[in-house]
């Protein structure tokens, strides 16, 4: 296995998706509480999801290094909030053309998820080597 991510422009965008999503959830989850160390803690949340978007844009991220054990396990969490989001979509919509789309994403992020799934193990048990 090499060391390289070998993310495709749709992947980063598809994670890109999910970061957005888990970002706006955050927000609705901090504006609904009134407690302020709730809030405190989606902003921190938010901070995290934004540096991490920043990463998955950079065009030099390349070595699974990049990535921290965390930041796969987020990615992978944001992508559960996308396909989730995507499924609802697809049961809402009635046009053909955009339900094929949404299949069309959730096969891409299933092959996605197995791939950051792979990278995960190979970053937990490469220090063991």
């Known amino acids: 296995m090499n060391d390289h991510l070998d ?3 749709y992947e980063r965008s598809l994670i890109d998706n999910g970061v957005r999503i888990a970002m706006k959830e955050n927000d609705k989850s901090s504006v609904g509480s009134t407690d302020e160390l709730i809030k405190k803690y989606h902003q921190d949340s938010n901070l995290g999801l934004f540096e991490l978007r920043s990463k998955i844009k950079t065009h030099d991220l390349g070595k699974y290094e990049d990535l921290s054990l965390n930041d796969l396990k987020l990615i992978t969490n ?3 909030l996308w ?3 995507t ?5 809402e919509e009635t046009e053909k053309h955009k339900v094929e789309y ?5 096969l891409q992020m299933s092959a ?13 048990y490469s220090g063991l080597l």
């Open 83 to 85: 396909n989730d989001f």
């Open 102 to 106: 949404y299949k069309n994403c959730e």
């Open 87 to 91: 499924y609802q979509k697809s049961l």
């Open 78 to 80: 944001c992508l559960t």
């Open 7 to 9: 993310l495709t422009v």
């Open 112 to 124: 996605l998820r197995e791939k950051l799934s792979a990278i995960e193990l190979h970053t937990m």
